[in-house]
């Protein structure tokens, strides 16, 4: 009787002892090689790229326009595209338009009437690097436009049309505009300067402004 009693107890206990074991592992049905599987899989692109900044963020609108009457007419057009490779660093192109007429120039100390108009236009790309308040860059343009060629024989203007390259070295102040645009002062010199340029002299001033 004591013999029963006692292997009826040891079975229980076994039994007992075996669901718990059962239980646990339905809680935990994965082996440890599998848990260290999903540890290492890769982040999704979305998450790895949280920081970076997206592309409407980078691109920038922007250029520079003039406009006077008179006796001398100006109309100036420069739109400009710009990629904002960095928080200091802008790549881009756009294209220039300027409209010029003469009534009247200054020679010898006076005024002298003259009938010249001309029309100046072409692509360009710039490249231009912010540190602080300033900046520093460069800017090539290909323009068309007319040159005027005084001819001695008839004692007259010939008129011939050209395209000439301009290779600006500039810089100057930034102030930054708003969340990603910039705002730029400064001079600009024509290395390229010479008797056919459309510019009258080989330093022009510059005042951009990029939204």
């Known amino acids: 009787m004591k013999k029963s009693l006692f292997l009826l107890i040891l ?15 339905k809680k935990n049905p994965k082996s440890g090689q599998e848990q260290k599987k999903e540890e290492a899989k ?18 920038i609108f922007g ?9 001398n007419t100006n109309i100036f057009l420069a739109p400009q595209l710009g990629y904002k490779v960095n928080d200091n ?25 003259v009938d010249f108009e001309n029309q100046v236009h072409g692509p360009n790309v710039f ?11 460069s800017q090539f343009e290909l323009l068309n436009h007319d040159v005027y060629i005084y001819n001695l024989n008839t004692l007259d203007f010939d008129i011939e049309n050209k ?3 301009v290779l ?9 505009v708003g969340r990603k645009g910039q705002m730029l002062i400064g ?17 022009a001033p510059i005042f951009q402004i990029f939204f």
């Open 11 to 25: 079975l229980s206990l076994v039994a007992f002892n075996s669901s718990a074991q059962s239980d646990r592992f």
């Open 42 to 59: 890769p982040q999704p692109p979305s998450q790895a790229k949280k920081g970076e900044t997206p592309l409407k963020d980078r691109i």
């Open 63 to 71: 250029g520079g326009a003039g406009l006077s009457f008179g006796n």
């Open 89 to 113: 660093w802008v790549v881009g192109a756009g294209y220039m338009y300027n409209y010029v007429k003469w009534n009247q120039i200054y020679s010898g100390n006076q005024i002298i009437p």
């Open 127 to 137: 490249s231009n690097y912010s540190f602080s308040k300033f900046f520093v860059g």
């Open 163 to 165: 395209w000439t390259p």
């Open 168 to 176: 600006f070295l500039q810089g100057g102040f930034k102030q930054d």
């Open 187 to 203: 001079l600009r010199l024509n290395v390229l300067d010479g008797g056919d340029s459309p510019y009258s002299t080989s330093w």
